[in-house]
DNA sequence: AGACAGTTGGACAGGCTTGTCTAATTTGTC
DNA sequence: GACAAATTAGACAAGCCTGTCCAACTGTCT
């Protein structure tokens, strides 16, 4: 999406057509959190061309209209999204050397660079809050997204039942399960918008990883309350 | 909320106190469903009055302000969901006769009066879209609400632990976890502030629930894949 | 130096919304 | 029937925001 000129035909002079991508990028990312922040109603094109450090005429050059650039806003953040997704998906622990440990690392990894991340956090509320207004982009954004996201990551607790490592019925419900328990203890900090602590999402991840396992794992690990430290729960202490 | 008089002292008259009450009422309701749909900045007084079939005037008459008007919205809502989470709460299966069942009941009614009805998604919309405008109204909310939900919740699944129904080492992780799992498939509808069908919250809380008792169980009940009827998962049919 | 593309600040019309005011009207009560 | 309280429709000023237009400015390229 930012690109339009590669790194390569232009090095790092500063061009005219480099600043020009610049001013655009910058008015996204100020767009990005304005609509966020004020909702596509009470946002205000003044405020983004001041946050991004633009006159508001720069703004309508570039963008034609307030509704055009909350869709480029909407689509951007999609896609990056998306990108992120998909890489971080190429990470899972098809072939786990301590099954616990690289699904929590795992998980981690998705929890911060697509969900709690800002691009996340952004496309979530901008999502829920006025999606219901643009209904091709928020099918855009459903099939795109959450549909191949849900399919790839049972596609891959399909595999790693399939190598024994877990026991499952319906591979794509042991993905929703996993998805939720992860995000268990998250979802309150996440319905305001806000950033969880680094402490709070890795308590919320490796808890969500214990009970997941308990419920999908082949060889039961020991109940909670047994005494054995894999057993017991993770209070980030 | 929608007291001020007793149905005790005025039986069903049509008094002007009792339109008075039901103007104030449907007011409410109807800025409900517009501040919920085109968010604070986008609502629009007109479309309340034309919606609760009032005039613009009375609107004014009886809250004053738009944001007046806003924050009785969340605040009656708030309280109006408290009262049915703490109503469902209390018929939580403390001496259960079959686990599962009692379980998957609790969990739909909780679903049903508190969660995937109108007032629960109205406030966890207007929470989450406009909410940090107003802290004192959303820490309100947050102490009252989630606060005391699931320190209660924990409480009974505490309980449940002692009476050897369940195993566990934090009754609240269990609590959060049970949530989670019972929800787990509905995330993509809540996100929208649409209403999920009864079918998928049947299929959801079920297979959550079956999950939760590999997850907390006791007596580990059938692994998924393993011809029981038990362990098999729900799908609705 | 001159052409040129992009940016800037400001002015400005048009539209919409909030909140107030007023006169007319309804509806129950004495 | 007269009175009081509430409601209604409409007009209205004030403010904000969008989107456009324009003249001046900056930097690069020829």
Redesign the interface.
Known sequence: MHSGISPDTIPTSPSPLRERQAKRISILEAAGDVFC??????ANIDLVATEAGVSRQTVYNHYGDKEKLFIAVVRDLTERCNASIFATMATFPDRPNNLEDDLVAFALRMNRNCICNREGRLL??L??????RYPEL?TIW?EQG?GRTWSAMAAHFARLAHAGYL????PD?AA??F???V???L??TF???EAPTEAEVTQSTR??VR??L???G?C?SA????TSSQ???YHGN
């Not at 026991?167 to 319906?170: P, Q």
């Not at 109940?223 to 047994?226: D, M, N, T």
């Open positions: 922040r004020e909702g596509y109603a009470g979530h509320k999502i829920q809050a006025d999606g219901e928020l459903r959450p026991v499952m019925d319906d419900l929703h399960h998805v939720a328990l995000n268990a203890q979802r309150t319905m305001l918008g808890n969500g009970a997941f308990r419920a999908y082949k039961r109940a909670p309350g047994e057993g017991r729960h």
